[in-house]
Protein backbone atom coordinates (compact mmCIF):
# COMPACT_ATOMS: atom_id res chain seq x y z
CA UNK A 1 0.00 0.00 0.00
CA UNK A 2 1.18 3.33 -1.04
CA UNK A 3 1.09 5.92 1.77
CA UNK A 4 -0.60 9.23 0.88
CA UNK A 5 2.02 11.77 -0.23
CA UNK A 6 2.89 14.48 2.43
CA UNK A 7 1.03 18.08 1.60
CA UNK A 8 4.03 20.13 0.64
CA UNK A 9 5.76 22.53 3.03
CA UNK A 10 4.23 26.50 2.14
CA UNK A 11 7.28 28.19 0.53
CA UNK A 12 6.91 31.62 2.57
CA UNK A 13 8.08 34.70 1.41
CA UNK A 14 10.93 36.88 3.46
CA UNK A 15 10.14 40.02 4.74
CA UNK A 16 13.05 42.06 2.58
CA UNK A 17 11.41 40.29 -0.53
CA UNK A 18 8.05 41.52 0.88
CA UNK A 19 9.26 45.44 0.78
CA UNK A 20 11.42 45.22 -1.89
CA UNK A 21 8.41 43.42 -4.33
CA UNK A 22 6.06 45.83 -2.81
CA UNK A 23 8.00 48.86 -3.39
CA UNK A 24 7.51 48.66 -7.07
CA UNK A 25 3.90 48.73 -6.66
CA UNK A 26 4.56 52.45 -6.44
CA UNK A 27 5.14 52.56 -9.76
CA UNK A 28 2.04 50.56 -10.76
CA UNK A 29 0.24 52.92 -8.92
CA UNK A 30 1.66 56.27 -9.88
CA UNK A 31 1.16 56.01 -13.56
CA UNK A 32 -2.34 54.08 -12.72
CA UNK A 33 -3.41 57.62 -11.17
CA UNK A 34 -1.20 60.58 -12.88
CA UNK A 35 -2.45 60.18 -16.49
CA UNK A 36 -5.57 58.88 -15.22
CA UNK A 37 -6.76 61.98 -12.97
CA UNK A 38 -4.92 64.48 -15.42
CA UNK A 39 -3.94 63.53 -18.95
CA UNK A 40 -7.59 64.27 -20.20
CA UNK A 41 -7.78 67.51 -18.11
CA UNK A 42 -4.83 68.74 -19.16
CA UNK A 43 -5.57 68.25 -22.74
CA UNK A 44 -8.80 69.72 -22.66
CA UNK A 45 -7.70 72.72 -20.29
CA UNK A 46 -4.35 73.27 -20.67
CA UNK A 47 -3.16 72.21 -24.61
CA UNK A 48 -6.75 73.02 -25.51
CA UNK A 49 -7.65 69.73 -27.48
CA UNK A 50 -11.19 69.01 -28.27
CA UNK A 51 -12.80 66.36 -25.40
CA UNK A 52 -14.11 63.58 -27.86
CA UNK A 53 -10.03 64.03 -29.10
CA UNK A 54 -8.62 63.89 -26.01
CA UNK A 55 -10.60 60.71 -24.91
CA UNK A 56 -9.12 59.00 -28.21
CA UNK A 57 -5.56 60.14 -27.27
CA UNK A 58 -6.15 58.88 -23.80
CA UNK A 59 -7.29 55.49 -25.41
CA UNK A 60 -5.51 54.34 -28.26
CA UNK A 61 -2.17 53.81 -26.54
CA UNK A 62 -3.60 51.27 -24.27
CA UNK A 63 -5.61 49.60 -27.15
CA UNK A 64 -1.50 48.90 -27.73
CA UNK A 65 -1.65 46.61 -24.80
CA UNK A 66 -4.03 43.83 -26.07
CA UNK A 67 -0.55 43.34 -28.67
CA UNK A 68 1.88 44.59 -26.10
CA UNK A 69 1.29 43.02 -23.24
CA UNK A 70 0.64 39.20 -24.25
CA UNK A 71 3.93 39.62 -25.94
CA UNK A 72 5.94 40.96 -23.21
CA UNK A 73 4.37 37.74 -20.98
CA UNK A 74 5.32 35.27 -23.47
CA UNK A 75 8.54 36.36 -23.72
CA UNK A 76 8.86 36.88 -20.39
CA UNK A 77 7.49 32.98 -19.69
CA UNK A 78 10.23 32.44 -22.12
CA UNK A 79 13.39 34.34 -20.19
CA UNK A 80 16.30 32.51 -18.93
CA UNK A 81 19.03 35.06 -17.68
CA UNK A 82 21.48 35.25 -14.06
CA UNK A 83 18.52 37.62 -13.28
CA UNK A 84 15.75 35.34 -13.83
CA UNK A 85 12.81 35.29 -16.27
CA UNK A 86 11.18 38.28 -15.12
CA UNK A 87 13.38 40.85 -13.80
CA UNK A 88 15.26 41.79 -16.61
CA UNK A 89 11.97 42.85 -18.42
CA UNK A 90 11.10 44.97 -15.27
CA UNK A 91 14.93 46.34 -15.40
CA UNK A 92 13.96 47.19 -19.14
CA UNK A 93 11.16 49.39 -18.37
CA UNK A 94 12.73 51.10 -15.35
CA UNK A 95 15.32 51.99 -18.39
CA UNK A 96 12.55 53.70 -20.42
CA UNK A 97 8.95 54.55 -18.60
CA UNK A 98 10.25 57.65 -16.76
CA UNK A 99 11.96 59.50 -19.49
CA UNK A 100 8.80 58.51 -21.98
CA UNK A 101 6.60 59.67 -19.20
CA UNK A 102 8.27 63.30 -18.68
CA UNK A 103 7.98 63.66 -22.46
CA UNK A 104 4.38 63.10 -22.41
CA UNK A 105 3.65 66.07 -20.11
CA UNK A 106 6.97 67.96 -21.54
CA UNK A 107 4.01 70.91 -22.83
CA UNK A 108 5.15 71.18 -25.68
CA UNK A 109 4.28 74.95 -27.48
CA UNK A 110 1.33 73.46 -29.39
CA UNK A 111 -2.28 73.61 -28.85
CA UNK A 112 -4.87 71.83 -30.76
CA UNK A 113 -4.54 68.82 -33.31
CA UNK A 114 -1.19 69.35 -33.15
CA UNK A 115 -0.84 68.85 -29.22
CA UNK A 116 -3.18 65.51 -29.07
CA UNK A 117 -0.38 64.02 -31.71
CA UNK A 118 2.78 64.97 -29.53
CA UNK A 119 0.91 63.28 -26.37
CA UNK A 120 -0.30 60.18 -28.25
CA UNK A 121 3.01 59.92 -29.68
CA UNK A 122 5.13 59.77 -26.23
CA UNK A 123 2.43 58.24 -24.86
CA UNK A 124 2.01 55.46 -26.77
CA UNK A 125 5.43 54.89 -25.96
CA UNK A 126 4.54 55.40 -22.27
CA UNK A 127 2.66 52.45 -22.30
CA UNK A 128 5.24 50.36 -24.26
CA UNK A 129 7.21 50.80 -21.37
CA UNK A 130 5.12 50.38 -18.64
CA UNK A 131 4.56 46.69 -20.16
CA UNK A 132 7.83 45.75 -20.06
CA UNK A 133 7.67 46.28 -16.42
CA UNK A 134 4.23 45.72 -15.14
CA UNK A 135 3.55 42.20 -16.50
CA UNK A 136 6.23 40.69 -15.63
CA UNK A 137 5.73 41.81 -12.35
CA UNK A 138 2.57 40.54 -11.74
CA UNK A 139 3.70 37.60 -13.17
CA UNK A 140 5.88 36.91 -9.57
CA UNK A 141 3.46 36.47 -6.80
CA UNK A 142 2.13 33.21 -8.30
CA UNK A 143 5.86 32.04 -8.67
CA UNK A 144 6.93 32.94 -5.22
CA UNK A 145 4.42 30.64 -3.05
CA UNK A 146 2.05 28.64 -3.60
CA UNK A 147 -0.45 29.29 -0.60
CA UNK A 148 -3.64 30.51 -0.77
CA UNK A 149 -3.35 33.09 2.64
CA UNK A 150 0.68 33.66 1.90
CA UNK A 151 0.30 35.13 -1.25
CA UNK A 152 -2.81 37.60 0.24
CA UNK A 153 0.06 38.28 3.12
CA UNK A 154 2.36 39.22 0.03
CA UNK A 155 -0.08 41.15 -1.32
CA UNK A 156 -1.31 42.84 1.54
CA UNK A 157 2.53 44.82 0.97
CA UNK A 158 1.84 45.37 -2.30
CA UNK A 159 -1.01 47.15 -1.63
CA UNK A 160 0.61 49.57 1.31
CA UNK A 161 2.61 50.44 -1.77
CA UNK A 162 0.01 51.16 -4.17
CA UNK A 163 -1.88 53.40 -1.15
CA UNK A 164 1.70 55.40 -0.90
CA UNK A 165 1.84 55.45 -4.73
CA UNK A 166 -1.69 56.68 -5.18
CA UNK A 167 -1.45 59.06 -2.08
CA UNK A 168 1.80 60.67 -3.26
CA UNK A 169 1.12 60.88 -7.07
CA UNK A 170 -2.59 61.71 -6.36
CA UNK A 171 -2.18 64.47 -4.08
CA UNK A 172 1.04 66.11 -4.91
CA UNK A 173 1.08 65.66 -8.94
CA UNK A 174 -2.13 68.26 -9.02
CA UNK A 175 -0.45 70.80 -6.57
CA UNK A 176 2.79 70.62 -8.96
CA UNK A 177 1.18 70.52 -12.22
CA UNK A 178 -1.16 73.37 -11.11
CA UNK A 179 -3.31 75.03 -14.28
CA UNK A 180 -0.29 76.07 -16.38
CA UNK A 181 1.99 73.96 -18.78
CA UNK A 182 5.55 74.49 -17.70
CA UNK A 183 3.68 73.25 -14.18
CA UNK A 184 2.54 70.17 -16.12
CA UNK A 185 6.20 70.14 -17.56
CA UNK A 186 7.82 70.09 -13.92
CA UNK A 187 5.35 67.06 -12.51
CA UNK A 188 6.23 65.17 -15.77
CA UNK A 189 9.95 65.31 -14.50
CA UNK A 190 9.09 65.07 -10.47
CA UNK A 191 7.30 62.18 -11.24
CA UNK A 192 9.12 60.00 -13.85
CA UNK A 193 11.69 60.00 -10.96
CA UNK A 194 9.69 58.49 -8.79
CA UNK A 195 9.03 56.52 -11.23
CA UNK A 196 12.58 55.98 -11.60
CA UNK A 197 13.22 54.79 -7.99
CA UNK A 198 10.35 52.75 -7.46
CA UNK A 199 11.03 50.12 -10.30
CA UNK A 200 14.91 50.16 -9.35
CA UNK A 201 14.04 49.29 -6.24
CA UNK A 202 11.95 46.20 -6.62
CA UNK A 203 14.64 45.34 -9.36
CA UNK A 204 16.85 45.16 -6.42
CA UNK A 205 14.54 44.06 -3.64
CA UNK A 206 13.45 40.62 -5.35
CA UNK A 207 16.64 39.63 -6.43
CA UNK A 208 16.61 37.09 -3.99
CA UNK A 209 12.43 36.05 -4.39
CA UNK A 210 12.10 32.41 -3.91
CA UNK A 211 11.06 30.86 -7.43
CA UNK A 212 8.83 27.48 -6.69
CA UNK A 213 8.13 26.41 -10.47
CA UNK A 214 9.05 28.07 -13.75
CA UNK A 215 6.23 29.05 -16.28
CA UNK A 216 5.74 27.66 -19.32
CA UNK A 217 5.70 30.12 -22.60
CA UNK A 218 2.86 28.87 -25.37
CA UNK A 219 3.95 29.12 -28.56
CA UNK A 220 2.27 31.99 -30.06
CA UNK A 221 -0.20 35.28 -28.86
CA UNK A 222 -3.14 33.26 -30.29
CA UNK A 223 -2.44 30.34 -28.35
CA UNK A 224 -1.76 32.59 -25.19
CA UNK A 225 -6.00 34.11 -25.88
CA UNK A 226 -6.70 30.35 -26.55
CA UNK A 227 -5.18 29.29 -23.45
CA UNK A 228 -6.81 32.04 -21.22
CA UNK A 229 -10.22 31.38 -22.93
CA UNK A 230 -10.15 27.66 -21.40
CA UNK A 231 -9.90 28.26 -18.22
CA UNK A 232 -13.09 29.63 -17.38
CA UNK A 233 -12.46 31.03 -13.85
CA UNK A 234 -10.12 33.28 -15.18
CA UNK A 235 -12.65 34.51 -17.91
CA UNK A 236 -15.27 35.23 -15.22
CA UNK A 237 -12.42 37.69 -12.89
CA UNK A 238 -11.13 39.40 -16.00
CA UNK A 239 -15.04 40.35 -16.07
CA UNK A 240 -15.40 41.45 -12.66
CA UNK A 241 -12.03 43.12 -13.06
CA UNK A 242 -13.08 44.97 -16.44
CA UNK A 243 -16.03 46.49 -14.83
CA UNK A 244 -14.24 47.91 -11.34
CA UNK A 245 -11.72 49.31 -13.52
CA UNK A 246 -13.79 51.04 -16.46
CA UNK A 247 -15.86 51.64 -13.18
CA UNK A 248 -12.59 53.56 -11.37
CA UNK A 249 -10.91 55.02 -14.54
CA UNK A 250 -14.44 56.53 -15.18
CA UNK A 251 -14.18 58.08 -12.06
CA UNK A 252 -10.50 59.19 -11.46
CA UNK A 253 -11.07 61.20 -15.10
CA UNK A 254 -13.67 63.15 -13.94
CA UNK A 255 -12.06 63.87 -10.81
CA UNK A 256 -10.83 67.35 -11.85
CA UNK A 257 -14.15 68.27 -13.23
CA UNK A 258 -16.26 67.02 -9.94
CA UNK A 259 -13.73 69.12 -7.93
CA UNK A 260 -14.15 71.83 -10.82
CA UNK A 261 -17.71 72.14 -11.93
CA UNK A 262 -19.65 70.81 -9.36
CA UNK A 263 -17.62 71.27 -6.10
CA UNK A 264 -16.55 74.53 -7.43
CA UNK A 265 -12.86 74.19 -6.64
CA UNK A 266 -10.17 72.83 -8.80
CA UNK A 267 -7.57 72.48 -5.30
CA UNK A 268 -10.63 70.05 -4.39
CA UNK A 269 -9.06 67.18 -6.36
CA UNK A 270 -6.16 66.46 -4.15
CA UNK A 271 -8.57 66.14 -0.92
CA UNK A 272 -10.72 64.04 -3.04
CA UNK A 273 -8.13 62.03 -4.13
CA UNK A 274 -7.27 61.52 -0.10
CA UNK A 275 -10.54 60.50 0.84
CA UNK A 276 -9.95 57.49 -2.01
CA UNK A 277 -7.14 56.36 -1.39
CA UNK A 278 -6.20 57.21 2.64
CA UNK A 279 -8.38 53.92 3.08
CA UNK A 280 -5.69 51.81 1.12
CA UNK A 281 -3.12 52.54 3.74
CA UNK A 282 -5.35 51.69 6.64
CA UNK A 283 -7.49 49.05 5.92
CA UNK A 284 -5.50 46.81 4.75
CA UNK A 285 -5.69 43.90 7.57
CA UNK A 286 -9.70 44.75 7.74
CA UNK A 287 -9.85 43.38 4.28
CA UNK A 288 -7.22 40.43 4.67
CA UNK A 289 -9.22 39.03 7.35
CA UNK A 290 -12.92 39.55 5.55
CA UNK A 291 -11.25 37.40 2.69
CA UNK A 292 -10.56 34.68 5.31
CA UNK A 293 -13.54 35.45 7.03
CA UNK A 294 -16.03 35.32 4.28
CA UNK A 295 -13.78 33.73 1.45
CA UNK A 296 -12.66 36.53 -1.40
CA UNK A 297 -16.05 36.28 -3.44
CA UNK A 298 -17.65 37.67 -0.30
CA UNK A 299 -15.12 40.44 0.38
CA UNK A 300 -14.98 41.45 -2.88
CA UNK A 301 -18.44 42.13 -3.24
CA UNK A 302 -18.55 44.36 0.11
CA UNK A 303 -15.89 46.01 -1.37
CA UNK A 304 -17.96 47.05 -4.86
CA UNK A 305 -21.05 47.20 -2.87
CA UNK A 306 -19.19 49.93 -0.48
CA UNK A 307 -17.61 51.74 -4.00
CA UNK A 308 -21.07 51.57 -5.66
CA UNK A 309 -23.09 52.87 -3.12
CA UNK A 310 -20.48 55.94 -2.43
CA UNK A 311 -20.31 56.55 -5.94
CA UNK A 312 -24.31 57.04 -6.37
CA UNK A 313 -24.03 59.31 -3.36
CA UNK A 314 -21.62 61.51 -5.01
CA UNK A 315 -24.16 62.24 -7.41
CA UNK A 316 -26.22 64.33 -4.87
CA UNK A 317 -23.13 66.25 -4.18
CA UNK A 318 -24.08 70.04 -5.89
CA UNK A 319 -26.96 70.96 -3.16
CA UNK A 320 -25.39 69.08 -0.10
CA UNK A 321 -21.89 70.20 -0.88
CA UNK A 322 -18.16 69.47 -0.14
CA UNK A 323 -18.59 67.79 3.69
CA UNK A 324 -21.10 65.56 1.99
CA UNK A 325 -19.23 64.69 -0.97
CA UNK A 326 -15.77 63.73 0.97
CA UNK A 327 -18.02 61.80 3.12
CA UNK A 328 -19.00 59.93 -0.17
CA UNK A 329 -15.88 59.61 -1.75
CA UNK A 330 -14.15 57.98 1.70
CA UNK A 331 -16.63 55.19 1.42
CA UNK A 332 -15.33 55.10 -2.30
CA UNK A 333 -11.80 54.47 -1.03
CA UNK A 334 -12.79 52.02 1.25
CA UNK A 335 -14.53 49.71 -0.75
CA UNK A 336 -11.50 50.81 -3.41
CA UNK A 337 -9.13 49.61 -1.20
CA UNK A 338 -10.67 46.16 -0.65
CA UNK A 339 -11.10 45.20 -4.73
CA UNK A 340 -7.76 46.32 -5.55
CA UNK A 341 -5.74 43.95 -3.02
CA UNK A 342 -8.34 41.25 -3.20
CA UNK A 343 -8.31 41.49 -7.57
CA UNK A 344 -4.60 40.76 -7.57
CA UNK A 345 -4.88 38.12 -4.79
CA UNK A 346 -7.75 36.37 -6.70
CA UNK A 347 -5.70 36.98 -9.91
CA UNK A 348 -2.48 34.52 -8.47
CA UNK A 349 -5.33 31.63 -7.07
CA UNK A 350 -6.41 31.57 -10.37
CA UNK A 351 -2.80 31.35 -11.81
CA UNK A 352 -2.02 28.84 -9.04
CA UNK A 353 -5.19 26.60 -9.55
CA UNK A 354 -4.76 26.63 -13.24
CA UNK A 355 -0.96 24.97 -12.71
CA UNK A 356 -2.71 22.40 -10.64
CA UNK A 357 -5.39 21.35 -13.19
CA UNK A 358 -3.14 21.45 -16.06
CA UNK A 359 -0.44 21.06 -15.33
CA UNK A 360 1.43 23.82 -16.99
CA UNK A 361 2.71 27.30 -14.87
CA UNK A 362 1.25 30.02 -17.40
CA UNK A 363 1.35 33.38 -15.26
CA UNK A 364 3.19 35.31 -17.82
CA UNK A 365 -0.23 34.59 -19.84
CA UNK A 366 -2.67 35.44 -17.98
CA UNK A 367 -0.59 38.51 -16.84
CA UNK A 368 0.06 39.68 -20.17
CA UNK A 369 -3.93 39.61 -20.79
CA UNK A 370 -5.20 41.15 -17.51
CA UNK A 371 -2.57 43.44 -17.51
CA UNK A 372 -3.84 44.47 -21.33
CA UNK A 373 -7.52 44.37 -20.36
CA UNK A 374 -6.91 46.26 -17.53
CA UNK A 375 -4.95 49.43 -18.95
CA UNK A 376 -7.31 49.03 -22.35
CA UNK A 377 -10.57 49.04 -19.93
CA UNK A 378 -9.28 51.84 -17.60
CA UNK A 379 -8.27 54.33 -20.37
CA UNK A 380 -11.63 53.18 -21.66
CA UNK A 381 -13.40 54.83 -19.13
CA UNK A 382 -11.45 57.94 -19.82
CA UNK A 383 -12.35 57.84 -23.45
CA UNK A 384 -16.34 57.60 -22.56
CA UNK A 385 -15.84 60.74 -20.32
CA UNK A 386 -14.19 62.44 -23.14
CA UNK A 387 -16.93 61.85 -25.31
CA UNK A 388 -19.57 62.22 -23.11
CA UNK A 389 -18.37 65.65 -22.14
CA UNK A 390 -17.61 66.51 -26.46
CA UNK A 391 -21.60 65.63 -26.95
CA UNK A 392 -22.64 67.52 -24.39
CA UNK A 393 -21.40 70.80 -25.34
CA UNK A 394 -17.88 70.94 -23.47
CA UNK A 395 -15.86 73.62 -24.50
CA UNK A 396 -11.94 73.16 -24.80
CA UNK A 397 -9.87 75.98 -23.02
CA UNK A 398 -6.40 77.09 -22.28
CA UNK A 399 -4.95 78.72 -19.11
CA UNK A 400 -4.82 81.84 -20.72
CA UNK A 401 -8.85 82.55 -22.53
CA UNK A 402 -10.99 80.07 -19.39
CA UNK A 403 -14.85 79.33 -20.46
CA UNK A 404 -17.98 78.98 -19.05
CA UNK A 405 -19.15 75.78 -19.82
CA UNK A 406 -22.73 75.28 -20.59
CA UNK A 407 -25.11 72.74 -18.12
CA UNK A 408 -25.55 70.50 -20.16
CA UNK A 409 -21.95 69.94 -20.04
CA UNK A 410 -20.96 70.21 -16.23
CA UNK A 411 -24.51 67.88 -15.53
CA UNK A 412 -22.58 65.18 -17.75
CA UNK A 413 -19.23 65.62 -15.63
CA UNK A 414 -21.17 65.01 -12.75
CA UNK A 415 -22.84 61.82 -13.71
CA UNK A 416 -20.06 61.13 -15.47
CA UNK A 417 -17.91 60.40 -12.46
CA UNK A 418 -20.59 59.20 -10.41
CA UNK A 419 -23.69 57.34 -11.80
CA UNK A 420 -21.28 55.31 -14.61
CA UNK A 421 -19.11 54.19 -12.25
CA UNK A 422 -21.76 53.20 -9.97
CA UNK A 423 -23.61 51.35 -13.03
CA UNK A 424 -20.57 49.22 -14.12
CA UNK A 425 -19.91 48.48 -10.38
CA UNK A 426 -22.69 46.80 -10.17
CA UNK A 427 -22.15 44.85 -13.28
CA UNK A 428 -18.70 43.84 -11.62
CA UNK A 429 -20.96 42.23 -8.44
CA UNK A 430 -23.13 40.08 -10.41
CA UNK A 431 -19.89 38.93 -12.22
CA UNK A 432 -18.15 38.09 -8.98
CA UNK A 433 -21.41 36.20 -8.19
CA UNK A 434 -20.54 33.89 -10.81
CA UNK A 435 -16.15 33.39 -9.41
CA UNK A 436 -16.43 30.13 -7.58
CA UNK A 437 -12.39 29.36 -7.16
CA UNK A 438 -11.89 29.30 -3.28
CA UNK A 439 -9.50 28.26 -0.79
CA UNK A 440 -11.37 24.81 -0.51
CA UNK A 441 -11.38 24.31 -4.64
CA UNK A 442 -7.73 24.90 -4.04
CA UNK A 443 -6.98 22.40 -1.37
CA UNK A 444 -8.66 20.20 -3.41
CA UNK A 445 -6.78 20.91 -6.41
CA UNK A 446 -3.63 20.22 -4.52
CA UNK A 447 -4.43 16.93 -3.38
CA UNK A 448 -5.58 16.12 -6.86
CA UNK A 449 -2.05 16.80 -7.89
CA UNK A 450 -0.64 14.99 -4.90
CA UNK A 451 -2.10 12.08 -6.00
CA UNK A 452 -1.68 12.24 -9.13
CA UNK A 453 2.47 12.59 -8.10
CA UNK A 454 2.15 9.54 -5.75
CA UNK A 455 0.24 7.37 -9.16
CA UNK A 456 3.41 8.54 -11.29
CA UNK A 457 5.45 7.46 -8.97
CA UNK A 458 4.46 3.73 -8.48
CA UNK A 459 6.05 1.14 -10.48
CA UNK A 460 5.24 0.15 -12.90
CA UNK A 461 4.09 -3.47 -14.17
CA UNK A 462 2.96 -6.49 -12.62
Same mark, same amino acid.
Given at each position: ?188 ? @? ?7 ? *?? &? /????? =?? !? #??? +? ?21 ? @? ?7 ? *?? &? /????? =?? !? #??? +? ?38 ? =?????? +? ?157
Amino acid at each position: MVSPAPSPAVVTVSRGVRVGYGVGSICTATFSTVPGLLLLFYMTNVLAVPAWIAGVVVFLPKLWDMFINPWVGQRSDRTVSRFGARRPWMLLGALTLPVTFALTFAGPPLTGVSAALYVAFFYFLTATAYAFYEVPYKAMPAEMTDDYHERSSLLQWKMVFVGLGILLSGAVAPVIAGTEASGYRTMGL @VVGAALLLS *ML &A /AFFGT =AR !A #PVI +ARAEAEPSIRAQFAAARSNPTFM @VLLGLSCAQ *MF &A /AGTML =AG !A #PYF +ATYTLGDPEATTTLFLGIVGPLLITMPLWIWLSKRYDKRG =AMILAS +ALFMTGAVGMAFSGPLGWAYAHACVLLVGIGYAGFQLLQFSMLSDVIVHDALVTGKRRAGVFTGLWTAAETVVFAFGALVLGWLLGATGFVESDPSTPVAQPASATTAALYGATLLPAFMMGVGILLTMRYTLTAAKIKEAQAGAAEAEVDTAKPQGG
